[in-house]
């Protein structure tokens, strides 16, 4: 009913900071917020890339839409970022915070060295954990609004452990979060696509011969490389089944920024992926792992 009956906001003289902005969907909705009025920051790991000169381009020189340098992982970058939004806000102050830079790869959990879990703990968990600290002031003052990137794979995991650890870590902090906000007028919103490997660039396929070379010579003596073929053409199957609408997530981001009564979740996904999660949520694990096997066997 709140949804219905109030009025959206007004954007302009609103600022918003998106991490990743690169490519995917963080590009996709720093175009989008420009378009509808926002003052926009977008973060991007490579500021000289082309994604960068596309956004410069696209914006045409309004002034609206800053690109800047921003490594998640580094606290000087975030700092860099908040004094820069700092002194550029428009007047009606920081609106919003989209942690939406992430990084994903495949590979069964012995195959992965402590190096890359490291590095993936550090991009797409503390990162987020990190953007958020320094923006909170900000975003407490302004009553504003944090959106997360997650994904279904925080709910189930089938040859991306390593990704679905990390989504799943971003949930329960998020959730933590939403409640403290409360009190503040802050609002935290969850986004959790299925699979749009197609309209990102988060995870290319892998081919066999390159997860090989990185196996350590303990796990080549227990998985031969018949079993690693089939586990990449297995994931890269799923991977050539992704969506390639990146618009419908974006469709959600929004919604999360600018609704009078944002979701707490927004799950953008096919009916089949949806299925699963429900199927995770309320059934034994025993029933899961049964229907997660059969899908690996096949």
């Known amino acids: 009913m709140c949804r219905r009956g109030a009025a959206r906001l007004e954007p302009a003289g609103r600022a918003v900071l998106i991490t990743g902005c690169d490519s995917g969907f963080g590009h996709l909705l720093a175009l989008r917020l420009h378009r509808l009025g926002f003052t926009v920051f977008a973060g991007c790991l490579c500021p000289g ?22 490594d998640v992982t580094r606290a000087g970058d975030v700092r860099a970022a908040k004094e820069l939004v700092l002194s550029h806000l428009p007047e009606r102050g ?20 402590m190096e890359t879990y490291e590095k993936f703990a550090d991009v797409n968990l503390l990162g987020s954990i990190r953007t958020t600290l320094a923006f909170l002031p900000l975003l407490r003052k302004y009553k504003g609004r944090i959106v997360f990137m997650s994904s279904i794979i925080a709910y189930f995991t089938l040859g991306n452990g390593i990704y679905s650890m990390t989504k799943a870590a971003i949930e329960r902090f998020c959730d933590a979060l939403r409640l ?3 009190k503040f007028g802050v609002q935290v919103c969850i986004i959790q696509p299925g699979n749009y490997a197609r309209s990102t660039k988060i995870q290319p396929p892998l081919s066999a011969d390159e997860i090989w070379s ?17 586990r990449a053409n297995f994931f890269n199957s799923i991977l050539s ?3 390639t609408n990146g618009n419908e997530v974006v469709d959600a981001m929004v919604d999360a920024l600018t609704s009078p009564a944002p979701k707490a979740r927004y799950m953008v996904a096919k009916l089949k992926e949806k299925v699963l999660v429900f199927v ?3 059934f034994p694990t025993v029933v899961m792992d049964s229907v ?3 899908a690996l066997s096949k």
């Open 49 to 70: 890339g082309d994604g960068a000169r596309q956004l410069q381009r696209e914006a045409g020189g309004t002034g609206r839409l800053r690109v800047l340098r921003l």
């Open 180 to 182: 403290e906000m409360k």
């Open 241 to 243: 089944e992704g969506s």
């Open 292 to 294: 997660l096997s059969y």
């Open 94 to 113: 920081f609106w919003g915070l989209v942690n939406n830079a992430g990084i994903s790869t495949f590979g069964e959990t012995g195959w992965l060295p």
């Open 214 to 230: 990185e196996l350590s010579e303990e796990e080549k003596a227990v998985y031969n490389k018949e079993y690693v073929q089939e």
């Open 280 to 282: 995770c949520a309320l």
